[in-house]
């Protein structure tokens, strides 16, 4: 006997999202795919405003870490404000509140990063002292260890707003996310695309979860035709090894977990000081169904290559 379907009638489902122009994208983008596999299904997108997007004037490293883009999101599922929250995964902590999971993944976007200036044309390109802006501490470490020569700037604001602050001078260049750039239709022709052995992506970069409470068996059962299998077992090996690094917004982590032309899933993670002044990283291989294992155990062998100390402030 077949499952019986989850019920299109009833109260809307309700869908927590950021408010910037990439989250609602990906937000509409959910409700679109909801109400193709739900027709019926009448479906809200409440918009929640973050700490991260209020404090733009500072690192987020300095102001608590990645977690101030989720936590008034998840309030509102805890309190039942919404009833599914649609997150970039690379935001999400690694640890969520008692009661909540990501039940979902979507099919992953592609996760490289690309090279975005008015000056040059890559990494290699500029010139010593250049300026690239970013806030983020993994771009940073791995930019300073190829290239000690040039000078690493704050640089925050959605996706349209750090484009902008390049043409205006502000720096010479910053390294933005393919996947959200291809998700706002700007991606073609705003800047080269950098290899994965030039800049390692941030973990789940390009990855979209939903989120919910554990105990909502109808949101759980409306989203789950959406779960992308694969995604799933390439974000389980990367936010392993987050958590094994015990890894925040403070410490420079990189991992991506592909799937090789065998079909095995190949993970490699980096971890660095934020100087770019030192650099490891190990690589691991195998079935998808040890992807949890393998993440563990390549963030559990950075940590005792680094030695102690070298995530201290």
Same mark, same amino acid.
């Given at each position: 006997?077949?499952?019986?379907?989850?019920?299109?009638?009833?109260?809307?489902?309700?869908? *927590?999202?950021?408010?910037?122009?990439?989250?609602?994208?990906?937000?509409?983008?959910?409700?679109?795919?909801?109400?193709?596999?739900?027709?019926?299904?009448?479906?809200?997108?409440?918009?929640?405003?973050?700490?991260?997007?209020?404090?733009?004037?500072?690192?987020?490293?300095?102001? +608590?870490?990645?977690?101030?883009?989720?936590?008034?999101?998840?309030?509102?599922?805890?309190?039942? +404000?919404?009833?599914?929250?649609?997150?970039?995964?690379?935001?999400?902590?690694?640890?969520?509140?008692? +009661?909540?999971?990501?039940?979902?993944?979507?099919?992953?976007?592609?996760?490289?990063?690309?090279?975005?200036?008015?000056?040059?044309?890559?990494?290699?390109?500029?010139?010593?002292?250049?300026?690239?802006?970013?806030?983020?501490?993994?771009?940073?470490?791995?930019?300073?260890?190829?290239?000690?020569?040039?000078?690493?700037?704050?640089?925050?604001?959605?996706?349209?707003?750090?484009?902008?602050?390049?043409?205006? +001078?502000?720096?010479?260049?910053?390294?933005?996310?393919?996947?959200?750039?291809?998700?706002?239709?700007?991606?073609?022709?705003?800047?080269?695309?950098?290899?994965?052995?030039?800049?390692?992506?941030?973990?789940?970069?390009?990855?979209?979860?939903?989120?919910?409470?554990?105990?909502?068996?109808?949101?759980?059962?409306?989203?789950?035709?959406?779960?992308?299998?694969?995604?799933?077992?390439?974000?389980?090996?990367?936010?392993?090894?987050?958590?094994?690094?015990?890894?925040?917004?403070?410490?420079?982590?990189?991992?991506?977990?592909?799937?090789?032309?065998?079909?095995?899933?190949?993970?490699?993670?980096?971890?660095?000081?934020?100087?770019?002044?030192?650099?490891?990283?190990?690589?691991?291989?195998?079935?998808?169904?040890?992807?949890?294992?393998? *993440?563990?155990?390549?963030?559990?062998?950075?940590?005792?290559?680094?030695?102690?100390?070298?995530?201290?402030?």
């Amino acid at each position: 006997m077949n499952a019986a379907k989850p019920s299109a009638s009833g109260a809307p489902l309700r869908i *927590g999202s950021r408010g910037s122009p990439l989250a609602l994208a990906q937000s509409e983008s959910v409700r679109a795919a909801l109400a193709a596999l739900h027709p019926g299904l009448e479906i809200e997108i409440e918009t929640i405003r973050t700490s991260g997007d209020r404090f733009i004037d500072r690192d987020l490293s300095e102001i +608590g870490g990645k977690g101030l883009f989720t936590k008034e999101i998840e309030e509102a599922l805890i309190a039942g +404000g919404i009833d599914i929250a649609v997150h970039s995964m690379k935001d999400v902590p690694t640890w969520l509140p008692d +009661g909540l999971g990501i039940f979902c993944l979507l099919e992953r976007e592609d996760p490289r990063d690309v090279f975005i200036s008015t000056v040059a044309s890559g990494l290699g390109d500029l010139e010593p002292g250049a300026t690239v802006g970013t806030a983020s501490l993994r771009r940073k470490a791995q930019i300073l260890h190829s290239r000690p020569d040039l000078v690493v700037v704050p640089l925050r604001g959605n996706v349209h707003t750090r484009i902008e602050k390049i043409k205006r +001078g502000e720096a010479d260049a910053t390294l933005l996310a393919l996947a959200g750039l291809k998700r706002l239709g700007i991606a073609e022709g705003a800047g080269a695309v950098l290899e994965t052995d030039e800049m390692l992506p941030a973990v789940a970069q390009g990855a979209i979860g939903i989120e919910c409470r554990a105990e909502d068996a109808r949101a759980r059962e409306l989203i789950a035709p959406l779960n992308h299998v694969p995604t799933v077992a390439r974000v389980t090996a990367e936010r392993a090894a987050l958590a094994a690094l015990d890894g925040s917004c403070r410490t420079p982590i990189a991992a991506l977990a592909e799937f090789d032309g065998a079909g095995a899933l190949a993970l490699k993670v980096l971890i660095a000081k934020p100087d770019g002044s030192a650099l490891f990283d190990t690589r691991r291989r195998g079935p998808a169904a040890e992807a949890e294992a393998m *993440g563990k155990d390549a963030g559990q062998e950075l940590r005792q290559t680094a030695g102690p100390g070298f995530f201290d402030e």
